[in-house]
């Protein structure tokens, strides 16, 4: 709650963000150190996931969270790669938390720097752009920013810094509000729940072009059942798009 206040005071102006830093002072999510919202020891010391599955069935194992041949006939998604496990790696959790909820935009450095890190391990195929899952607009202008967003340009910031992966945030709509997915109960809800939610910009004619045969991640703060990144991926996928892995900090 304190942190919610803050930022919401820090947001309005730098003279506020001044005072707000005497009033609320940060510190460390996960030690409480000062002057920092997460510190590089609680970061880098959280536990990394280790083994990854086909995100779909999650019998399989496959390298870096690809869809296995099973599952891949039937979904548009290639794979889900994660950074960590949210119910294992607290202060990331946390930080994803306060991230989303208590109106934190600095928090989406630290984590998209953790995330190209992670993903920099991988073998998945580099893409040809970074796409951010996209909010409704209503919830755009309650929260203030699109945390998947701020993810998207620290990673690709991170990741390769000297010829960083463009970003395009211009590229999906989400045009139908919908629940939040942690208030939704089961995978068949979840993927009810979003279903038609987003596509191509309403004048789409310029990117279909671009977009066949590329290969995009798509980045979010956590992914639960994959519903969300599915039903991006299709729409990609309709436009042309070859290949679309989600990268996601935690799921």
């Not at 399989?60 to 960590?84: E, N, W």
Request: aromatic share 10%.
């Amino acid at each position: 709650m304190i942190r919610t206040s803050r930022n919401r005071i820090a947001m309005l102006s730098p003279l506020r963000e001044f005072f707000a830093d005497l009033l609320f002072p940060r510190s460390c999510i996960g030690c409480g150190k000062r002057d920092t919202y997460l510190c590089d020891a609680c970061l880098y010391g959280s536990p990394w996931k280790r083994e990854h599955s086909c995100p779909f069935c999650e019998s399989v194992l496959t390298p870096d969270g690809r869809t296995c041949f099973s599952c891949a006939p039937r979904h548009s998604l290639d794979g889900i790669f994660s950074a960590s496990v949210f119910r294992e790696a607290t202060v990331v959790a946390d930080a994803v938390h306060v991230l989303k909820y208590e109106y934190v935009p600095e928090l989406a450095f630290p984590l998209g720097a953790l995330l190209a890190k992670a993903t920099a391990k991988t073998e998945l195929p580099i893409a040809d752009m970074i796409v951010p899952v996209p909010l409704h607009p209503w919830r755009l202008r309650f929260r203030g920013f699109n945390q998947s967003a701020l993810l998207a340009e620290s990673f690709a910031a991170a990741f390769m810094p000297d010829m960083p992966i463009p970003v395009r945030s211009d590229l999906l709509v989400r045009h139908r509000f919908t629940l939040p997915q942690a208030r939704s109960h089961g995978a068949k809800e979840r993927k009810a729940n979003l279903k038609g939610a987003f596509s191509l910009p309403s004048d789409s004619r310029p990117f279909r072009k671009e977009l066949k045969g590329k290969t995009i991640w798509l980045i979010d703060d956590v992914a639960t059942t994959g519903a969300t990144l599915e039903e991006c991926a299709k729409v990609l996928k309709k436009s042309g798009v070859r290949h679309v892995f989600g990268i996601v900090v935690a799921r």
